[in-house]
């Protein structure tokens, strides 16, 4: 069974388009941010699938069997990263430049230019070391950070609280993603709940790579933070509040 963690740590570099983060295992992504992934390249990973790229020397996973990938426990992987990509020839028309990219991608744990390439159209470059551990998530699209914190508040709360909500909405989204790019600390332990309501503590940490620090001294971070918010779940609808209002 899967450990669900209920610290979550976010920081989204727009400049690089990554996403650092702790507490958000592969099935929380995908579920939250990537619903419209197509075929995955693995890159890294302990994964017996069905299909096999003689040329790449990888395996691969089409769309329709993504299902069966998500029902594993990444975690024990250790090493697990993947490339998305459109069409399943696409990966016959990778030249030797590519490939090189995408091996020190996969190694390195960051692109030596880009790591969006034409030939594959991906829009997600996913790297983790111990599933929801360590992730960093190359993402092309601004609008899918906001999906992933929009996404996933209501999905922990229902994982860890066994409380259902409706989805943040869009301006509150936004909002969120910019207090991501400051570091976004959230401790679902922290929610208080009630039949119908949630009020959660949202703190603002700012860049923090070091996770292993971070989760063992998780009081002292919360005090040090730059500021504490709350995310308040009334009357079906989110709202942020500031500390002094709550």
């Known amino acids: 069974m899967k450990k669900i963690r209920s610290v979550v740590y976010l920081f989204s570099n727009v400049k690089e388009k990554c996403i650092h983060s702790t507490g958000i295992d592969f099935n929380e992504y995908v579920n939250s941010m990537c619903q419209d992934l ?9 994964y017996e699938g069905n299909d096999y790229h003689n040329g790449l020397r990888m395996d691969y996973v089409r769309k329709e069997d993504l299902d069966n990938l998500l029902k594993e426990d990444v975690y024990k992987f250790g090493e697990f990263s993947w490339i998305d990509f459109e069409e399943l020839n696409s ?46 998530c190359y993402v092309k699209e601004q609008n899918s950070y906001e999906r992933l ?48 309501d949630f009020k959660l503590p949202v703190y603002i940490i700012g860049e923090n790579y070091n996770f292993d620090n971070l989760i063992n001294n998780l009081d002292f971070h919360k005090k040090k933070a730059k500021e504490k918010l709350w995310l308040v779940y009334k009357e079906k609808l989110w709202n942020i509040m500031n500390d002094n209002n709550n």
């Open 38 to 46: 197509n075929h995955i390249l693995l890159l890294s990973s302990q």
């Open 91 to 136: 990966l016959d028309l990778l030249n030797p430049q590519d490939v090189s990219n995408i091996l020190y991608l996969d190694h390195m744990k960051e692109p030596i230019n880009t790591p969006f390439f034409e030939t594959l159209n991906n829009k997600y470059v996913y790297l983790a070391h111990d599933d929801g551990w360590f992730n960093k």
């Open 149 to 196: 914190i929009s996404n996933l508040i209501p999905l922990k709360l229902k994982e860890i609280h066994r409380k259902k909500t409706s989805m943040i909405r869009k301006e509150v989204g936004e909002y969120l993603f910019k207090l991501s790019t400051e570091g976004l600390l959230i401790d679902f332990k922290e929610a208080s709940t009630s039949v119908r």
